[in-house]
């Protein structure tokens, strides 16, 4: 049997997930209580802690307290998610007017709201959706609030297949990661996972691209800069820094949910 100390670990290991879980859980709800209102376009994030709320846009649907709400997936997961839970979809293409509200969490988000994305690989059509948002709400748990952006959580980077070696190349000696210790990776195994490598394969986005994963040692100094500067790289189709997107940011304390103020 396993000694007494490491039975004990693993149980506070395990009644943490369970907790970090409840907490999500809890904050995706929030969002949706708080900022759906019948009549709505919604955006539907993708992530561990947006499923949670397409949960609860659902749940609402079918007791009636939200009627003609439609929602706007920003992943195949989460328009898979949203159909088997009967949720009305529909696209950016067939809407005229802006999306109403778009629910999505983050990997990082700094005071200013500037947020890392992508950890799951879905943030070009995330960011096509929560672009087009007139409220986009973050939830988080309190993990991911961070005073700056770049050592917590790398920053994903979709780039296109052809010359995506030399892309990768362009990408990590941007100036606006000069001093950062800015190292670059091609994700491998799933697209939706992570950085971390869970098989041999190059991940594939949704879109048919591949990411590049930046890791850095220092704080990223000028978020929305190094957004620019990315976007200019030939190659990038799109990359997960979020600047000045953000309306609201709800984040999962143990203690219970709270908004957060920008500074």
Do not use: W
Not at 61 to 86: D, F, H, W
Not at 142 to 149: C, I, Y
Not at 177 to 186: H, M, V
Not at 236 to 248: K, R, Y
Request: charged share 25%.
């Amino acid at each position: 049997s396993l000694p007494a100390r490491r039975c004990s670990r693993l149980a506070a290991q395990a009644m943490a997930a369970l907790d970090l879980e409840a907490l999500k859980k809890q904050t995706g709800y929030r969002a949706v209580d708080d900022f759906v209102k019948s009549g709505m376009v919604v955006g539907l994030g993708t992530g561990s802690t947006a499923k949670y709320a397409v949960d609860r846009v659902a749940e609402k649907l079918k007791s009636g307290e939200l009627k003609n709400v439609v929602g706007i997936p920003t992943s195949e997961r989460t328009r898979q998610q949203a159909e088997e839970l009967g949720v009305p979809l529909t696209t950016l293409n067939d809407i005229t007017s802006q999306v109403d509200v778009a629910i999505d969490g983050a990997d990082a988000v700094d005071p200013s709201f500037n947020l890392v994305k992508g950890g799951g690989g879905a943030h070009l059509r995330e960011k096509l959706v929560e672009a087009f948002a007139k409220q986009f709400v973050v939830i988080v748990d309190q993990t991911k609030v961070q005073e700056g952006l770049g050592p917590s959580f790398p920053l994903p980077v979709e780039i296109v297949p052809f010359g995506s070696e030399h892309v990768m190349r362009q990408v990590a000696q941007l100036p606006a990661f000069k001093d950062t210790g800015c190292r670059a990776q091609l994700r491998k195994g799933s697209a939706s996972t992570g950085s971390k490598e869970d098989g041999p394969e190059v991940a594939v986005t949704d879109n048919g691209n591949y990411i590049v994963d930046l890791f850095f040692e220092k704080c990223i100094p000028d978020p929305a800069g190094a957004a620019q500067q990315l976007q200019s790289v030939v190659g990038v189709v799109e990359h997960g820094l979020f600047c000045g997107m953000a309306t609201d940011v709800l984040v999962a304390y143990p203690d219970g949910v709270r908004l957060l103020k920008r500074v």
